[in-house]
């Protein structure tokens, strides 16, 4: 009982100190990244560090990832809260807005003094060139190409709503990943895009912004949004950041960041001018990256051994019940060829408001267990029930119980189709991986999602060059392995 006791003690401590860990989350651009350093070095102490998880996924991932506590707060703009969180076209002052979302847990701090609507832009060149200078003057242009980011494609308040009251019609619209989209525009091959108005590559790369005409686009104010049992110091502590920072300081922060590659520098330098000190400006190429890259590499590995660990316990005895004939082997297949189809985004935003899981590793660890069962699964039922009828009646008239026959008849026989299953699943979870940096799990995702968002290539390809090398090295490691437990003849027999 004493143990017991001492247990439920401990267990009750972690779970007090996990509660008051403060985590700041923040969205995949740099703005976001930026406010969220801010946050941290506002609230940060020697004793209670904070934590920021960056470049999470679409706002449904921050929003609920604050709503379950695994972050305390993040950055958001008033019209996305109105329009996507709470559901509604009411123009809302800022306390209405703060009574709506209470029922949630959560609070607004003060609006920090910059307006970062959404906006529509053309390189100035092709603007020109059309005679196009508002938006309503697309009407004359359905042959215009067009990329908004896939989250604005969707929005209550995006591009579906706007192109309506405009009575816009084009010929091309695909969604493409924000930072990506101005690449595409640069490259001509898209001629349109959504883009944030604090956007540093608006000037920085010659663009127009066209303009609102018809009045579509509400405010975006940016605020905290904090969960409301956050510590009132803490709160008290965003509120300061009230109307300190304007949209030439936001626009000017967000091109040292890309220039720098660097939030959490310029997050620095804000704060010591907003307490009367100096910092240096950051520097571009400054930052060590070679430590990152080995720690987001094992935090990788970490993600695909636990998961491809306990797809491998499950999915052997799901293959094995799957290979038998009957509904039940029909229902293991069907539903794990199912899971298989769930795109990533959704499933976190499924799993997220879980209340054990939240924005966390254990939720990255779960998806990554899902998507690989099929190849497992399949493998194993394809392997035991390819085994020929002939092998199984020797084994039968051998005296051998069925626990036997498939202990030392059928899993042997059919081990290399079962490795072959392993294998790809591993393969797939190395790349597959790279999701856990949506809901900041890290691991090599993470460098390539840093590196969207500030327009770093390098960043990138550190990232996906790591997880490709890695998925080759895993392919070598389980091709030695198939030699060491598959006989040669069986090899040589799967081979062919």
């Given amino acids: ?16 100190v996990a509660s008051a860990q403060v985590s700041i989350g923040a969205k995949k ?85 910059f307006n970062n609507t959404y906006a529509l832009v053309m390189l100035k060149s ?6 196009i200078s508002k938006i309503s003057d697309l009407k004359s242009h359905p042959e215009l190409k067009c990329g908004p980011t896939l989250e604005f494609l969707k929005r209550k308040d995006g591009w579906e709503p706007m192109a309506a009251k405009y009575g816009l019609k084009f010929d091309s619209v695909r969604g493409i990943e924000h930072k990506l989209g101005y690449t595409a525009l640069l490259g001509s091959q898209i001629d349109i895009k959504d883009a944030y108005s604090t956007d540093a590559d608006i000037q920085t790369k010659g663009l127009q912004v066209l303009d609102d005409d018809l009045g579509f686009f509400p405010q975006y104010k940016a605020v905290f949004l904090y969960r409301l049992d956050l510590a009132p110091d ?34 620095q330098a804000f704060l ?36 491809l660990g306990l797809a491998i316990l499950l999915g052997l005895p799901l293959g094995i019940w799957a290979s038998r004939p009957g509904l039940a082997g029909s229902m293991i297949l069907t ?3 199912l899971i298989q189809t769930i ?20 939720t990255a660890i779960l998806a990554l267990f899902l998507y690989s069962l099929l190849p497992i699964v399949r493998n194993t039922a394809t392997g035991i029930s390819g085994i020929a009828p002939g092998l199984r009646e020797s084994a039968a008239a051998l005296g051998l119980e069925p626990a036997a026959r498939l202990r030392k008849v059928e899993l042997p026989l059919a081990l290399p189709t079962i490795l072959a299953g392993i294998k ?65 003849g069986l090899r040589l027999q799967s081979e062919h």
């Fill in 1 to 16: 009982m004493r143990l017991r006791a001492l247990a439920l003690s401990i267990l009750t401590l972690l779970a007090a």
């Fill in 29 to 113: 651009f740099t703005e976001s990244n930026i406010l969220a350093e801010i946050a941290r070095g506002l609230l940060s102490t020697k004793e209670s560090p904070v934590e920021v998880k960056q470049n999470l996924g679409a706002t449904i991932i921050c929003w609920q990832a604050l709503k379950q506590g695994s972050i305390s707060a993040y950055p958001e703009y008033t019209g996305t809260i109105t329009h996507e969180l709470l559901k509604t076209e009411e123009a809302l002052t800022d306390d209405q807005i703060r009574e709506k979302l209470k029922p949630y847990g959560v609070g607004m701090a003060g609006r920090l003094g």
């Fill in 126 to 131: 092709r603007a020109q060139e059309l005679g």
């Fill in 234 to 267: 803490a709160v008290a502590k965003l509120e300061k950041l009230t109307g300190k920072i304007d949209e030439p300081t936001m626009i000017r922060m967000n091109a040292d960041a890309e220039k720098s590659k660097d939030p959490k520098a310029v997050a």
């Fill in 272 to 307: 010591a001018k907003l307490e009367g000190t100096t910092a240096p400006l950051p520097q571009a190429g400054g930052r060590p990256w070679v430590g990152e890259l080995l720690s987001d590499t094992l935090t990788h590995l970490e993600l695909v051994g636990i998961s």
């Fill in 335 to 337: 539903i794990t060829g």
């Fill in 343 to 362: 795109p990533s985004l959704a499933l976190f935003a499924i799993l997220v408001p879980i209340a054990w899981l939240g924005a966390s590793a254990k």
């Fill in 424 to 488: 790809t699943a591993a393969i797939i979870n190395v790349g597959t991986a790279t999701i856990a940096a949506f809901i900041g799990a890290g691991g090599l995702g993470q460098p390539i999602q840093s590196g969207l968002a500030l327009s770093d290539n390098d960043l990138i390809l550190r990232g996906g060059i790591a997880a490709a090398v890695l998925a080759l090295l895993v392919q070598f490691f389980f091709d030695g392995l198939e030699r060491l437990l598959v006989s040669r």
